[in-house]
Structures are given as C-alpha cells and as structure tokens.
Nanobody, 127 residues
C-alpha cells in the first residue's frame, strides 16, 4: 500500500505560478512512476504529467506543455509539479497518483494504469 499526500494548491492570478508537492509513503513507494491528473467541476479527470523513477523521464498533456514541469526527489519520496503561466482553465483539483511499478511511461495518460491516488489539492486561477 502506498499513501500519497498532495499540498501546495491555492488561489493565484492568471499568469502566476504554483508548485504542488506529493509526498509518498508506504511499501515500495519509490518504485512507482508517478502522474498528475486534474479534474475541473463538471468535467472528467484528465492527465496532466507523468514522471519515471530512475531517469526522471517526463510526459505532458499538450495543454500544459511548456508551462508545467514535473520533477521528483527519490530520497524524499516526493514528486513536484511546477506550474507557470497559469490560466483560468487550469482551475481544478489536482491529484497525484502512483503508477503500476516498473512500467515507466507505458500508457502514461490512462488513469487505470495508476494504482494509488492522493486526496487532491485545489488550484484556482483567477482572471
């Protein structure tokens, strides 16, 4: 079992920045590729970013590419999502998730590939 706790959400003006953190704990938590998803009111959960364990290889949704950066600290078992140039359409609850271990970026954007989920943190971008 892996436990995930997100933090860092809040209210920011358009064009601003936020840094989300996701602390992982539990058995073999360091072996899981990690992902970030978001869900806006009335919309389905969508993929945002993913990052592998060893090389820190990343993948991003087109809507955030060039603005968001995923990173991880394997010593601290923490992953981060640096969000810059935020837009009102980025408003959502952001979730981190732990992917099936040793799967790298395989099918990285599919939520069903992720075994464990955090509780989410709200990000609100005002215009």
């Amino acid at each position: 079992q892996v436990q995930l706790v997100e933090s860092g959400g809040g209210l920011v003006q358009a064009g601003g920045s936020l840094r989300l953190s996701c602390a992982a704990s539990g058995r073999t938590s360091s072996n899981h590729p990690m992902g970030w998803f978001r869900q806006a009111p009335g919309k389905e959960r969508e993929f945002v970013a993913a990052i592998t364990v060893e090389r820190g290889s990343t993948a991003y949704a087109d809507s955030v590419k060039g603005r968001f950066t995923a990173s991880r600290d394997n010593v601290k078992n923490t992953v981060y999502l640096e969000m810059n140039s935020l837009k009102p359409e980025d408003t959502a609850v952001y979730f981190c998730a732990a992917k099936q271990p040793y799967t790298g970026l395989y099918d990285y954007s599919s939520a069903y590939q992720y075994l464990y989920w955090g509780q989410g943190t709200q990000v609100t971008v005002s215009s």
